[in-house]
């Protein structure tokens, strides 16, 4: 399994103003991924990062709002930047991690954001 | 297009209740992962289950089972003699191919809040 630490777990901040958010986990992974959460939806992807290149972007998002840095197989942050109240959600970073030949998925505990 | 539908929104039992929740999914794909995840209120994502698109048996795990039927490409989840605990939003997800030797991102359906009466 792994462990993921997410910080911060909540934060509440003001419009227009930017918001990194870190996820460290505990055992080497390849890939990373940033989903986000919007009050009563489902969880949507923002991009996904590997470590030594550019982080791949879903539609939808960009780099200039959601700049993303891996800078190593343990560490990842994504910045919601210039923020307005539709940026209010919970962001979780996801990792892939190979258990008994198979791959599962464990996310980060997120980070409720609120943007006033 | 990679497509996961949860239709039930919302649903509500009394606890000892059985509960089946549905997921339907859509792929081009004939290797993918399917998942259940479980959200209670405090907001993390609980991992349930994983099953690949090779193995079609059914699952148990306690209260919990899982039916899985590629030929109406369904992964329904059920709750037998349901608990207060057992309340949260439930999602279902998809993840298409082999990446790196695992998955690919996951598309996740829309959730079914479900709420265990006493």
């Known amino acids: 399994s792994a462990v993921i630490s997410q910080k911060p777990s909540r934060d509440i901040c003001q419009r227009g103003t930017s918001l990194t958010i870190q996820c460290q986990v505990d055992?080497?992974?390849?890939?990373m991924f940033w989903y986000r959460q919007q009050p009563g939806q489902s969880l949507t992807l923002i991009a996904t990062?590997?470590?030594?290149?550019?982080?791949?972007?879903e539609s939808g998002f960009v780099i200039d709002k959601f700049p993303i840095s891996r800078p190593n197989l343990t560490f990842s942050t994504l910045t919601v930047s210039n923020m307005s109240p539709e940026d209010s959600s919970i962001y979780l970073c996801s990792v892939e991690i190979w258990t008994d030949m198979n791959t599962e998925a464990f996310f980060g505990q997120g980070t409720r954001l609120t943007v006033v | 297009a990679q497509k996961v539908t949860q239709a039930q929104t919302e649903i509500s039992v009394v606890e000892k209740e059985d509960v089946t929740l549905d997921c339907v999914y859509e792929t081009r794909d004939t290797t993918y992962y399917l998942f259940w995840y479980k959200q209670p209120p405090s907001g993390e994502l609980v991992f349930l289950i994983r099953?690949?698109?090779?193995?079609?048996q059914n699952e148990i795990s306690g209260r919990y089972s899982w039916n899985f039927q590629k030929s109406t490409s369904s992964f329904n989840f059920t709750i037998t003699a349901s608990q207060v605990v057992d309340s949260a939003v439930y999602f279902c997800a998809l993840s298409e191919g082999l990446f790196s030797g695992g998955y690919n991102k996951l598309i996740f359906g829309a959730g079914t809040r479900l709420a265990v009466h006493p």
């Open positions: 990062a590997n470590q030594g290149s550019e982080a791949t972007y």
């Open positions: 099953r690949n698109s090779f193995d079609e």
């Open positions: 055992s080497q992974v390849t890939m």
